[in-house]
Every structure is written in structure tokens, then in C-alpha cells.
């Protein structure tokens, strides 16, 4: 199993009031789930229900308060050192909701690419300018666009480019937080289809972070549903599109307006 998320906890400490009065906050409760070597899963709630919190345990940017988080069989380290957070790169890299906020408005994307090529020293100097033509070219994007800066770019295109950013470091898991929600309708459905023609071409493994159950059956085969940091359900895509067992997944299907009741989503192809 190429992921294993085990018993997962986060509590944030909060203070309030004159006194500064510590309160716990207990964001993600018991989450367990695994993602298989090239395989695809999403967590699905609403703001809130704690899946971006599992989402960055996973990847490293929040500590966990209890559990643990394995890859390939071994937990990772808590508190990685420079080292350890280099390998995890190698690992798992994340992409994040809205692109113009995650890549360097300054830098071109070319160079957004090769810098992480050149960090985890994955092609010699003089086959960097190829590695990003090619890691362009793989998520639709023109060479030409390599010079660009993200503020020249689409939001479709500026996402592509913090895909193939992520793709730069050779990861064996992509996680991705919102990937598509602050894109339109017809933006979305192509860079759904990317990452699952990714998928199959690179043999990665996906974890997607989405409030919309109907969009994730375009990547995903699993789906692990949560409400207020906890797991109500989780299974098969299309067994809980078709057949939703809790009252909240089913209020989840009932707040998407492309969603047609079938297990497809009207809106997308």
C-alpha cells in the first residue's frame, strides 16, 4: 500500500477571552484511510469538516496531535529536518487551490519548473531545458508559455503549471487541495481530465480534496466522506454516488446542481 493514513488527530489550541483562556479545538478525529500504489482517492466534506487539515498532516505541513501517516510501510518522520523533507518531496508533492497564490508571481513557469528539476538533481545542467519542454508538454501546456509569469496566464493554464511544477520532483503521490474549484465549469472538467490522464499515463497515485462529490468520480475510485473531523462514509465512487448511506453525504449530492442523480455529473463530459 502506497499510503496508509492511521487513526489521524489534530487539535489546534485555541485562546480567548481577557485571561487568554486555553480551549482545544479538535479539527480531524480518528481518520483512517489508504491509497494504493497508482490508485486514486478523495476526502469530501464542507468547509470545516477537516480535510485539508488531513490533507496537509499528509504532506507535512501540520505536525498530527495523534496517529501516523505511512508510505511504502514506513511512518513518516514528525518533525522532519532538511533531509527528511527533502525525501518527502521525492514522495508526495502537493497541489493547492489556487494557483496564482502558490507559484512565484515573479518567476516564469519555465523556471518555477527547472528549479525544482535542478533541487532534487534529477537531470544533469544541460537537460533541464528538455525536462520542462516535456513536463509542459505533459499537462498541455505550449513550450512557449515557459517564459510567461502567472499573472500572464489563464487560471486553467496557471493551474496546469502548478501541476507540472509538482510533477517536476517525480512523486509517487499528488495531493491536491480544491484543485479545480476556483476555475470555471469547462476549465475544470479539462484539468479533470488531466490528472486523469496522468494517472494513467505515469502510474501516479492521486488524493484529491474536494466539496463536490459528483466532480471527484472524474479521478478518483474511492472517497472518504467527513463532517466536523470525523469519517460518516467512505467506498467506491460510484457506490456512494449511487447510493449514499448517511443523511449528509446525501445532502452533500443534493447541494451540487450538475449532479443528475445517475452517478454522473451533467456538467462534465
Do not use: W
Not at 486555553?22 to 500504489?37: G, W
Amino acid at each position: 500500500m502506497l499510503l496508509e493514513v492511521k487513526h489521524l488527530s489534530k487539535d489546534f489550541r485555541l485562546r480567548s477571552g481577557l485571561l487568554s483562556r486555553s480551549t482545544h479545538l479538535a479539527a480531524v478525529k480518528d481518520v483512517s484511510f489508504e491509497v494504493p500504489a497508482s490508485g486514486a482517492a478523495a476526502i469530501v466534506g464542507e468547509t470545516g469538516s477537516g480535510k485539508t487539515t488531513v490533507a496537509r498532516m499528509i504532506v507535512g505541513l501540520e505536525t498530527p496531535t495523534h496517529g501516523e501517516v505511512l508510505v511504502d510501510g514506513t511512518p513518516l518522520v514528525v518533525a522532519p529536518g532538511p533531509s527528511e523533507r527533502r525525501r518527502r518531496a521525492r514522495l508526495m508533492q502537493m497541489v493547492f487551490q489556487n494557483p496564482f497564490l502558490s507559484l512565484d508571481p515573479h518567476q516564469p513557469i519555465g523556471e518555477g519548473v527547472e528549479e525544482v528539476v535542478s533541487f532534487h538533481r534529477l537531470r544533469p545542467p544541460a537537460e533541464r531545458a528538455g525536462r520542462v519542454e516535456e513536463l509542459l508538454a505533459a499537462v498541455g501546456l505550449d513550450g512557449r508559455l515557459a517564459a510567461k509569469r502567472p499573472r500572464q496566464l489563464s487560471g486553467g493554464q496557471c493551474q496546469r503549471a502548478a501541476i507540472a511544477r509538482a510533477l517536476a520532483a517525480e512523486p509517487q503521490l499528488l495531493v491536491l487541495d480544491e484543485p479545480v474549484s476556483a476555475l470555471d465549469v469547462s476549465t475544470q472538467a479539462q484539468i479533470l481530465n488531466l490528472l486523469a490522464d496522468l494517472r494513467a499515463k505515469l502510474g501516479i497515485s492521486v488524493l484529491m480534496i474536494s466539496h463536490d462529490l459528483a466532480l471527484v468520480r472524474q479521478v478518483a475510485d474511492d472517497v472518504v466522506v467527513m463532517y466536523k473531523g470525523e469519517v460518516v462514509e467512505s467506498g467506491k465512487v460510484e457506490a456512494i454516488l449511487s447510493s449514499p448511506k448517511e443523511a449528509y453525504t446525501r445532502r452533500l449530492l443534493a447541494a451540487v446542481p450538475e449532479y443528475s442523480g445517475t452517478g454522473r455529473a451533467t456538467g462534465l463530459p
